[in-house]
């Protein structure tokens, strides 16, 4: 059975930074792809940033430059550094494992996720 669990979310005032952390088990299948999500309050849940066992990532255009996404695969943890942070950038967090797919420099297709963990920026 799959795990996820996140954590290291909570409040920063508007430029300050948060490191996301993501416990994975119950899986193993290293051609698997991992990723965060995140929602806002009425809105959708969208995307971040993902990372294929081959190290290729891709972000949102909205955070790439602030957020790198990073996985220690002894650990079996996925990590979000979050920099520069902005009021926009206020959601849950969510982490999640899925299977990549278009190839080199493709997409995650997400299977499993964590219960989240919330991130509130204060300008």
């Known amino acids: 059975q799959v795990q996820l669990v996140e954590s290291g979310g909570g409040s920063v005032q508007s430029g300050g930074s948060l490191r996301l952390s993501c416990a994975a088990s119950g899986y193993t299948n290293r051609r698997d792809c991992m990723g965060w999500l995140r929602q806002a309050p009425g809105k959708d849940r969208e995307g971040v940033a993902h990372i294929h066992n081959n190290g290729f990532t891709r972000y949102r255009d909205s955070v790439a430059g602030r957020f790198i996404i990073s996985q220690d695969n002894a650990k079996n943890t996925l990590y979000l550094q979050m920099n520069s942070l902005k009021s926009e950038d206020t959601a849950m967090y969510y982490c999640?494992?899925?299977?990549?797919?278009?190839?080199?420099?493709?997409?995650?297709?997400?299977?499993?996720w964590g219960q989240g963990t919330q991130v509130t920026v204060s300008s």
């Open positions: 999640a494992v899925g299977v990549p797919y278009g190839g080199d420099g493709g997409g995650c297709a997400y299977n499993y």
